[in-house]
């Protein structure tokens, strides 16, 4: 009986760990909604579980914004700010973009932010999982038709932001991408940059930028009407316009007198990055083992090959 009990342990460990690995192929082959389904339906999620719903449900948020934009053309000189930077294919046929979409957008991102610590906020500091995520297999169905396409992989769209302009264009043209294994210290790492992102949709909702647009979307409206067939007697419109009309929605925007609810909930969200980017640094630096690291202690090697230099936890 004992040697059954010992071969049944065996075997649900193992399962334990296929389960684990399996995620990123899951990822890669069914995409992030139907994975973030599965997971969020588990009846009796392990830490592993938790962290991995925890992780796909950020990355989903991230393709909603994606998408919106997408609809609508909205490309990354759009603004400098978290999800309207990064990169995507243009939209041949877009829809008209309508004042509110921006709030919207952030709404929903705070909103799916919130879900994401939600499920990050079960895993307690003592936990002892490893979930391995290649970062080749994760994608962003940007288009929304359901398959994977030309300009959607996470190394095309966000590879500059991570790893700068050369390193994330080079990295994105490799073969084979790095696998990452994230513990339990990653968790709080993810943790602050979910609160990171949850704190800059709630400025962007604190001063809505919906009248802002209208405004300078009005105005453009009413100039078109000056506009012949007649090239411009300069370019200053040609080469500036776009960048003249966001800085007036900006300026519009944040000239406004903010919402005190979206203030306070921002500032929350700020001071819990920086606890939890703490906490992260802290378990960072008991780790002995070097597996696949995300962000490295001083022993250690960073997978995605970006060094980190001695002494930054402390620092």
Request: with cysteine; aromatic share 8%.
């Amino acid at each position: 009986m004992k040697r059954i009990s010992f071969a049944l342990s065996l075997c649900l460990l193992a399962g334990a760990a296929q389960a684990q690995s399996d995620i990123s192929t899951e990822i890669g082959t069914t995409g992030l909604a139907a994975t973030q389904a599965r997971l969020a339906g588990l009846s009796d999620p392990t830490d592993a579980d938790r962290f991995a719903l925890g992780g796909v449900t950020f990355l989903r948020a991230i393709e909603k914004s994606l998408q919106l934009r997408w609809q609508v053309g909205m490309n990354t000189s759009y603004s400098e700010l978290p999800v309207l930077r990064l990169p995507i294919e243009p939209n041949p046929t877009p829809d008209p973009l309508e004042p509110a979409m921006i709030a919207g957008l952030f709404e929903t991102l705070v909103s799916d932010m919130g879900a994401a610590l939600e499920a990050l906020a079960e895993i307690p500091e003592t936990a002892e999982f490893g979930v391995e995520i290649s970062l080749g297999d994760i994608w962003f169905d940007v288009n929304a038709n359901g398959t994977r396409d030309q300009g959607e992989d996470l190394m095309q769209i966000a590879g500059r932001m991570l790893l700068g302009p050369r390193a994330g264009r080079e990295m994105a043209e490799q073969p084979e991408l790095p696998t990452i294994r994230f513990d339990t210290a990653d968790t709080f790492w993810l943790r602050a940059y979910t609160h990171f992102l949850a704190g800059m949709g709630e400025v962007v909702l604190a001063y809505d930028p919906s009248e802002a647009i209208t405004r300078v979307l009005e105005t453009n409206a009413a100039l078109a009407e000056f506009d012949t067939e007649q090239p411009p007697a300069n370019a200053i419109d040609q080469q500036f316009g776009f960048f003249i009309d966001r800085f007036a929605m900006t300026y519009l925007a944040a000239t406004s007198e903010p919402d005190t609810g979206h203030a306070l909930a921002a500032h929350g969200h700020f001071l819990a990055m920086i606890e939890d980017n703490r906490t992260f640094w802290r378990l960072v630096a008991q780790e002995t083992d070097n597996q696949a690291e995300w962000l490295p202690n001083d022993a250690q090697t960073a997978a995605i090959g970006i060094e980190v230099p001695q002494g930054t936890g402390q620092t």
